[in-house]
């Protein structure tokens, strides 16, 4: 007897964490999910015993890694280097090329190729697939892609924008079109990703045109605890005057700046919270991270020359409504405008936020990644027929 495998197992493996989703492609229904915390501090002692955690919460559901539904395994990657522009079928050179690019993400990389060796020791047999942060945004042109460096000096450093969040830009991009009733080739979207991490893209037609991450993902918005776009000597003076090397450089500017760095907290329901008690602090952190916000529209608008919708999306994007506000405040001359009701509603599903004038759609549309990653690794692999 046959039955199709309809099933993908996503992995996320971050250095002391696995997330884990089973999702039926048949129907994109979300059979089981869960994360594995604290790997490498004790009971967990790698992302082997990690991954077979995974194994026994998925039998305790009805699944587990033998599941003969499954069809493949997607795996989340962050740094695809100019190498990987789509969803790659693994075998062993492509994990020797990402082993290549660790020094491009040595914060990232590492964990995803940890999480993909064990899940190949433990499923050989099954087709596993990376998708990369970076690939969406490998159809940026060069005018975008180009910093104004020396060309050689950068191409030996493989020093260039790649931009992340790529599948999330990727999948509320399409989904932005869908809430509009058209094709990702007919519409021009600004997509805000604000999550802890925060970047912004310009979507000409369902192609990228631009990003606001950049080699790193430090570069573009203000983020929870990174800085984005400074004035690179910035970094040579806080060396040379401020007597910091560079990995104390690295640490502030990636985990002690953005909202932590001006006010302490990262948290944006925190923040909103005190600047309701009149905290001077929080309301200028919360003024700078609309100000590089609102610039970022204002510059996309112009990359993209017509602009059809702004998407927010992750959990600042879907849930801070003052943000959303702020973000658009005054723009009216630009066509967009949200209507303050409309914001105010929450829900789970994308949703119009603009007012009736509004010629550009300002749209709230919860992101998934999960969902993508799966989308596209089902879609490399095809539906299998396996024995039961
Ligand atoms: P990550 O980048 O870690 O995936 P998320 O997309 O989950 O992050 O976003 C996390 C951030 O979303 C939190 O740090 C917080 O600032 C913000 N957030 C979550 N819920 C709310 C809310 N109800 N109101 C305002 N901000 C929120």
Not at 272 to 293: K, M, P, S, W
Request: glycine share 10%; with cysteine.
């Amino acid at each position: 007897m046959t039955a199709t495998a309809t099933r993908v197992l996503v992995l996320n493996s971050g250095s002391s964490s696995l997330k884990y989703q089973l999702i039926d492609m048949a129907d994109g229904e979300r059979l089981a999910s869960g994360l594995v915390e604290r790997i490498g501090e004790g009971e967990v002692a790698d992302h082997g015993d990690a991954l077979k955690i995974v194994g026994e919460e998925l039998a305790l559901g009805g699944f587990g890694l033998d599941d003969p539904k499954l069809a493949a395994i997607g795996h989340r990657a962050v740094h695809g280097g100019i190498r990987f522009t789509e969803p790659t079928l693994i075998d062993d050179e492509v994990v020797a090329e990402m082993e290549k690019l660790v020094p491009l993400a040595p914060l990232h990389n590492p964990a995803n190729i940890t999480g993909i060796k064990v899940a190949r020791e433990l499923r050989p047999d099954l087709p596993q697939v990376a998708v990369f942060d970076t690939a969406f945004h490998a159809t940026i042109p060069e005018a975008a892609a180009r910093y104004a460096i020396d060309t050689e000096t950068a191409d030996k450093l493989s020093v260039r924008r790649y931009g992340f969040h790529g599948t999330s830009h990727a999948y509320v991009s399409r989904a932005t079109a869908e809430l509009l009733g058209k094709a990702p080739e007919d519409v021009n979207v600004i997509v805000l990703h604000l999550g802890n991490g925060a970047s912004a893209s310009a979507v000409a037609g369902g192609r990228c045109v631009d990003t606001s991450m950049g080699l790193t993902p430090l570069e573009g918005l203000v983020m929870g605890t990174r800085s984005g776009d400074l004035d690179p000597a910035v970094i040579f003076h806080l060396a040379r005057v401020g007597g910091m090397s560079v990995d104390e450089i690295d640490t502030l500017l990636n985990k002690k700046s953005g909202l932590v760095g001006l006010c302490g907290d990262n948290d944006m329901r925190e923040i909103t919270r005190r600047i309701g008690e009149g905290d001077e602090a929080a309301r200028l952190a919360f003024d700078v991270y609309v100000h590089r916000l609102r610039k970022y529209i204002g510059a996309y608008y112009a990359v993209l020359g017509k602009v059809d919708a702004l998407a927010f999306t992750a959990g600042v994007g879907e849930n801070a409504a003052a943000v959303r506000e702020a973000a658009v405040a005054g723009l009216e001359e630009l066509g967009i405008a949200v209507d303050r009701d409309r914001n105010a509603v929450r829900g789970p599903d994308a949703r119009l936020v603009s007012a009736e004038y509004s010629r550009v759609a300002v749209a709230v549309v919860p992101t998934d990644e999960e969902l993508e990653i799966a989308t596209q690794t089902y879609a490399l692999v095809g539906a299998a027929d396996s024995e039961t």
